[in-house]
């Protein structure tokens, strides 16, 4: 069982940026697909970015290609997304999130372990 926190998190003004980390503990993290989830007030839990274990592979949801990067260290137990040209709409709580499954997805469900958030607010 892999447990994870993530840190980063802040108030920003739009078009600034912000490098979140999540560092994970217990367990194997290289076996782990990980991704970056987010929520805003009154709505679904999102998939923003994920990559492979041995972060060679990376997928990114729409609204947020071009801005965002997700990166892993596998030696240090960790997974980055760095942010770039933050909007309004990006404003969130922002999860990292471990899948133990042999197959990639986007779905919540498909993720097995998931921190406790870290909350992003961005300001016009």
């Known amino acids: 069982q892999v447990q994870l926190v993530e840190s980063g998190g802040g108030l920003v003004q739009a078009g600034e940026s912000l490098r979140l980390s999540c560092a994970a503990s217990g367990g194997t993290f290289s076996v782990y697909f990980m991704a970056w989830f987010r929520q805003a007030p009154g709505m679904e839990r999102e998939f923003v970015a994920g990559i492979s274990r041995s972060g060679g592979n990376t997928v990114y949801a729409d609204p947020v290609k071009g801005r965002f990067t997700i990166s892993r260290d596998n030696a240090k137990k960790a997974v980055y997304l760095q942010m770039n040209s933050l909007k309004l709409e990006d404003m969130a709580v922002y999860y990292c999130?471990?899948?133990?499954?042999?197959?990639?997805?986007?779905?919540?469900?498909?993720?097995?372990?998931w921190g406790q958030g870290t909350q992003v607010a961005v300001s016009s």
């Open positions: 999130a471990a899948s133990a499954r042999a197959l990639f997805g986007t779905s919540p469900v498909r993720y097995d372990y």
